[in-house]
């Protein structure tokens, strides 16, 4: 069974500066995908950033990229140049294929707060 | 404008009544999920659905029920058997090539 592990309950930062968000994940899989995903407090889930697996290059939006790890089966969510509005729940999430299942399931989450 | 909708946004029942929540997707997607969120933790999976009139369960399925008649519909039933019912509850529905998932506003569930 496939699981995903957000080791940071909370974490925080100071605005401007730079935080890594920390995922590992568990499956026999070996294509698949991993997301992040913000929900403020408004409880909406708003796509940050998407990986799939069979891509050796790290994905980027903007001030958001991640460090996909394969063989440790890692993937972190680095924020750059912290803005008040990135203050969220950050979840970590991994789907199979819809061929292969398409369970797409979720970390715990980490509680981030940019301060000014 | 296409999106998946939850209704009710609120809904409060009674102690040992069932109770449906409505989840409906406009976007032609074949996949849909419900989760269930309490408050400070993560999303857990209740059902998940692939394709019309198949469904699987997820990780705390006891107490819930599903259907999936149509491709743009996967209502989710709290049955009086589920212990602790009143949680915040997400929809959400992905496409074939899982580019990603979109999500419902959710339907905040009070059983008093």
């Known amino acids: 069974a496939q699981t995903v592990t957000q080791s940071q309950p909370e974490m925080s930062v100071q605005e401007a500066e730079t935080v890594t968000l920390s995922c590992t994940y568990d499956?026999?899989?070996?294509?698949?995908?991993l997301f992040w995903y913000k929900q403020p407090p408004s409880r909406q889930m708003i796509l940050v950033i998407r990986?799939?697996?069979?891509?050796?290059q790290n994905a980027t939006e903007n001030r958001f990229s991640v460090n996909f790890q394969k063989a440790a089966k890692s993937f972190s969510l680095k924020i750059s140049d912290s803005q008040l509005g990135d203050t969220a729940m950050y979840f970590c999430?991994?789907?199979?294929?819809?061929?292969?299942?398409?369970?797409?399931?979720f970390g715990q989450g980490t509680e981030l707060s940019v301060k000014p | 404008d296409g999106g998946i909708t939850q209704s009710p946004k609120y809904l409060f029942r009674k102690e040992g009544q069932n109770v449906t929540l409505s989840c409906e997707q406009n976007?032609?997607?074949?996949?849909m999920y419900w989760y269930r969120q309490d408050p400070g933790q993560g999303l857990r999976l209740i059902y998940y659905s692939q394709i019309v009139n198949d469904f699987q369960k997820g990780d705390i399925a006891e107490g819930y029920s599903v259907s999936r008649e149509k491709k743009e519909s996967f209502p989710l039933t709290v049955t009086s058997a589920q212990k602790n019912p009143t949680a915040f509850y997400l929809c959400a529905s992905s496409p074939h090539r899982a580019t990603e998932a979109f999500f419902g506003q959710g339907t905040r569930l009070t059983v008093v």
């Open positions: 976007l032609n997607h074949d996949a």
């Open positions: 990986q799939e697996a069979y891509k050796q």
């Open positions: 999430a991994f789907m199979k294929p819809l061929h292969r299942g398409g369970k797409l399931i």
């Open positions: 499956t026999s899989e070996s294509n698949y995908y």
